[in-house]
C-alpha cells in the first residue's frame, strides 16, 4: 500500500483574477521615463503576484491538496542584466512573510519551484551558467523568505544536447563544481521528452548524488528501456531527501502533439501506472501537469473514484491498495 497526494502548478481556473505571473517586458521598462519609478511598477506587479500565490494557497487548503509548485515568474526582470543593482528582496519581504505566517500553520503542505527551461547547468558558454546561478539564487531567497527549507525544491531539466549528448553529461558534471553548494543541495533532475532519457538522468543523479524526478510522459516519448526496471535506481537517488519522493504525470494531448500536455489527466493511465509501483515506497507525491490547473487534479479525483482499490483519505490524498 502506498500513500498518494496529488498537486498541481502555480495558478487555478477557479479563483479569478488571481494570477502569479503578471509580468513587465524589459522594453515597457525601458519606456518609462523615470527608471526608479519603473522598477516601483516592478515591484508593485512582484508584490501582487506573491499575493496572489497566499490566495492560491488558501484556496488549496480549503481543498485539502498538500502540494502545489509556486510559478517562477513571480518577479519579472529579476535577473535581468539592466537590473542587477536592484533589491528585490527588500520589496517583497513583507508578502513573502505573509506566506511563511501561513505555511507555518500547514505543515504538510509541500511547496517547490520548476525554474524555466533557459536555467541550463551543462551549458558551455560561462554566461549562461552564471544566470542560470542567479535564478536559482533568486528561488533560494525567495524559499527562505516562505520559512521553506531550500532543499530540493527546485527540479530543472538537465538542458541542451548540443549535438553530443554524451559530452553535455559530462559537461553538466564539469559545471556542477561551479554550482555553489547551498544552491546544489536545492536541484532534482527530471528526465525529458526529447534528449536526456531515465538512463541519462539516472547517471546525473547517482554520480552527483540528489533525487530524480520521473516524468513518466516524458519517457513514453523519449526512452531507450522501460521504466519499470529502472523504478528502483529512481527510488534509491531519495534515500537522503528530506522530502517523499516525486513525480511529474501528464497525458498528451494528441497522438499527432503527443509531447503536448492535455487538459486532463487520463485516469487509466495513471492508475495503470499507480497498480505497477504500489508497495514500492510508502509515500508517492504527484505533481500533476496539464492545462486545466486545479480543475484537472478536481477532476482526477472525480475520475479516480470509480476504482475500488482506492481508499480516500481526503480530497487530494489516497492509498493505493
Not at 497526494?5 to 505571473?21: D, E, Q
Not at 526512452?223 to 528502483?232: F, G, L, M, T, V
Not at 508497495?279 to 504527484?286: E, H, P, T
Request: glycine share 4%.
Amino acid at each position: 500500500m502506498t500513500m498518494i497526494r496529488l498537486g498541481y502548478v502555480a495558478m487555478s481556473v477557479h479563483l479569478k483574477n488571481c494570477s502569479p505571473s503578471q509580468t513587465m517586458t524589459y522594453a515597457q521598462f525601458t519606456k518609462m521615463k523615470n527608471r526608479t519609478a519603473a522598477i516601483h511598477k516592478l515591484e508593485r506587479i512582484a508584490i501582487s503576484n506573491l499575493n496572489n500565490c497566499l490566495r492560491l494557497l488558501k484556496h488549496n487548503a480549503g481543498n485539502n491538496i498538500h502540494f502545489f509548485r509556486f510559478s517562477s515568474k513571480l518577479i519579472p526582470l529579476a535577473n535581468h542584466e539592466e537590473l542587477l543593482d536592484w533589491n528585490y528582496m527588500k520589496a517583497i519581504k513583507e508578502p513573502l512573510i505573509k506566506i511563511k505566517n501561513f505555511l507555518e500553520k500547514q505543515s504538510d503542505m509541500r511547496v517547490d519551484f520548476h525554474p524555466d527551461h533557459f536555467v541550463l547547468f551543462n551549458s558551455p558558454k560561462v554566461e549562461i551558467l552564471n544566470n542560470s546561478i542567479r535564478t536559482l539564487a533568486m528561488h533560494e531567497a525567495l524559499l527562505k523568505g516562505m520559512g521553506q527549507n531550500p532543499t530540493h525544491r527546485c527540479v530543472i531539466h538537465i538542458g541542451g544536447g548540443y549535438d553530443d549528448k554524451e559530452k553535455a553529461l559530462e559537461q553538466f558534471i564539469n559545471n556542477w563544481g561551479y554550482i555553489p553548494p547551498s544552491l546544489a543541495k536545492m536541484i532534482m533532475l527530471e528526465n525529458d521528452d526529447n534528449v536526456f532519457n531515465i538512463n541519462d538522468t539516472l547517471y546525473l543523479c547517482e554520480k552527483i548524488g540528489i533525487p530524480m524526478v520521473f516524468d513518466l510522459h516524458h519517457h513514453e516519448a523519449n526512452h531507450e528501456s522501460d521504466w519499470e526496471s529502472q523504478w528502483e535506481r529512481i527510488i534509491a537517488t531519495w534515500d537522503q531527501s528530506p522530502l517523499p519522493m516525486k513525480i511529474h504525470i501528464s497525458s498528451p494531448k494528441s497522438e499527432k502533439q503527443f509531447k503536448a500536455h492535455a487538459d486532463y489527466i487520463d485516469d487509466f493511465a495513471f492508475i495503470t501506472f499507480l497498480r505497477k509501483i504500489k508497495g514500492s515506497i510508502k509515500q508517492l507525491d504527484c505533481m500533476i501537469e496539464a492545462k486545466k490547473k486545479d480543475e484537472s487534479l478536481f477532476q482526477l479525483v472525480r475520475e479516480l473514484k470509480k476504482y475500488d482499490d482506492i481508499e480516500w483519505i481526503d480530497e487530494s490524498s489516497f492509498y493505493i491498495r
